[in-house]
Structures are given as C-alpha cells and as structure tokens.
Nanobody, 121 residues
Framework: QVRLVESGGGFVQAGESLTLSCVSSGASLTQHNMAWFRQAPGKEREFVAAISMSGFLDYSDSVRGRFTISKDNAKRTMSLLMNSLKTEDTAVYYC???????????????WGQGTQVTVSS
C-alpha cells in the first residue's frame, strides 16, 4: 500500500520562500516517478514539477527558474523548494507517485492529501 504525506505548507508574503516535503511509505522513489501538482480555488489541478526514477527533472513554465524539485531515495522523501513566491502560486499542493516507466506530466495513481500554500501580496 502506497501512502504519501505532504508537509511544509503555510502562509507567506510574496517574494518569500517555502519548502514542501513528501514522505513516501510503500513506494520506492527509485521505482516511481514523483511529481507535484497544485489546485487553486475554482481551477483544475495542474502539473507543477516532476522528478523521474533516474532523476530527470521537469517543470511547468509558470514555476521554472523559481521552484526546485529534489528527492532523497534513501529517505523516500521528495521536496519542492519554492522561491520568489507569487500570489498566483496560492493553491493546495499535492504529491504524486507513478510506477509507470514512461515519464509524463499526467501523474500516477497515488496521491497525498495535499498541503495548503497561501501567498499574500
């Protein structure tokens, strides 16, 4: 059974930084592609960033250059460092795990419960 638990969300001012973490139990990070998605109020869930089993990185255009995704395979932990936060980054952020060997932005079947990030101006 795969369980993903996010942490690190909070309330920050625009321009500040925040780091999200996702701890996996039951899903090896060397056997799953991992990703972050987010969902703002009234909007659909959208892709943010992903890191493949082998460490290949992918970012959405809206966060590239500001966010950094990383993982620690031994600790089964994935992180998202978010710098220069903007009000439009306000959303619930979800951790995702995909056992498929095809690295895509679609996400896999395993989701965390989400963590709220609120950026004020």
């Amino acid at each position: 059974q795969v369980r993903l638990v996010e942490s690190g969300g909070g309330f920050v001012q625009a321009g500040e930084s925040l780091t999200l973490s996702c701890v996996s139990s039951g899903a090896s990070l060397t056997q799953h592609n991992m990703a972050w998605f987010r969902q703002a109020p009234g909007k659909e869930r959208e892709f943010v960033a992903a890191i493949s089993m082998s460490g290949f990185l992918d970012y959405s255009d809206s966060v590239r250059g500001r966010f950094t995704i990383s993982k620690d395979n031994a600790k089964r932990t994935m992180s998202l460092l978010m710098n220069s936060l903007k009000t439009e980054d306000t959303a619930v952020y979800y951790c995702n795990a995909d056992p498929s060997r095809v690295f895509t932005r679609n996400g896999g079947p395993y989701w965390g419960q989400g963590t709220q990030v609120t950026v004020s101006s």
